[in-house]
């Protein structure tokens, strides 16, 4: 296994000290999940016990010889937290999808007291709501599901393309890294119950990472992500996590 392979990152959408952003949930309720009965009530039907296969002999597996051992391992460690945490593009990141998502949360804030306004003005008239009305309002109140709950998308997505290229970055420094040190195996921190400081190498990865990508690429306020990967303009292969961490 190449240290480019062993030197993973953790998925996107764990790290970067982001959290989720604010859930909008306009005009929407939640149902309560009722919890699962424990055990059979009396007279219910049993449930099914696993069945009992054969279990056939298999050849038997003799002992190999003697092979060649793998040379002693020189590992690397980095804490990718800490790296994303320290990174200049991921703090603009942070600051600019900030003020969009204050600038979402405003709108819908106006929008549920613009909806209130309605309701009360139908209440103070002494007059049941005509079907008409109703009518009107529940289209207002799914169009601005629709609405803002896309601008939450948006946001989310511009998240997500801005760390990817962070992400990208880390690979190739830890990798290049690792090449310059002729280190076999590099883990993440959270990966190893103890390690010697002297194997971390994770303030270097945040010097040249400030240093190589001190921001990046972030869709404008009023464009949406999935329609410029139509576009045909950025390549658009996903960056995907393999078990191990690394990029595939």
Do not use: C
Request: glycine share 8%; aromatic share 4%; proline share 8%.
């Amino acid at each position: 296994m190449t240290a480019k392979r062993n030197a993973g990152l953790a998925p996107t959408r764990q790290r970067a000290g982001f959290g989720r952003w604010a859930t909008l949930a306009l005009a929407m309720t939640l149902a309560p999940v009722a919890a699962m009965a424990q055990g059979v009530a009396p007279g219910a039907e049993q449930p099914q016990q696993p069945p009992v296969l054969p279990m056939p002999a298999v050849p038997e597996f003799k002992p190999l010889p003697a092979g060649v051992r793998p040379t002693a391992p020189v590992i690397g460690v980095f804490n990718t937290q800490m790296i994303m945490g320290q990174s200049v593009a991921v703090q603009k990141i942070e600051k600019e999808l900030g003020t969009r998502r204050e600038a979402l949360v405003s709108d819908v804030r106006a929008e549920e007291t613009q909806l209130q306004g309605i309701r009360q003005g139908i209440l103070k008239s002494g007059k049941a709501p005509t079907p008409a009305q109703q009518q009107e309002l529940q289209k207002r109140v799914m169009a601005d599901r629709t609405k803002f709950g896309n601008r939450n998308r948006i946001l989310e997505e511009d998240a997500q393309v801005g760390l990817n290229q962070v992400q990208r970055e880390i690979q190739q420094i830890v990798s290049a890294i690792a090449r310059a040190r002729g280190m076999t195996m590099v883990l993440q921190a959270g990966t190893a119950a103890l390690h010697d400081n002297t194997l971390d190498i994770s303030n270097e990865v945040v010097t040249h990472l400030n240093t190589t990508l001190p921001s990046v690429y972030i869709p404008g306020p009023n464009e949406d992500p999935e329609e410029i990967a139509k576009s045909g303009k950025y390549p658009v292969a996903p960056f995907q996590m393999n078990d191990q961490g690394g990029e595939q």
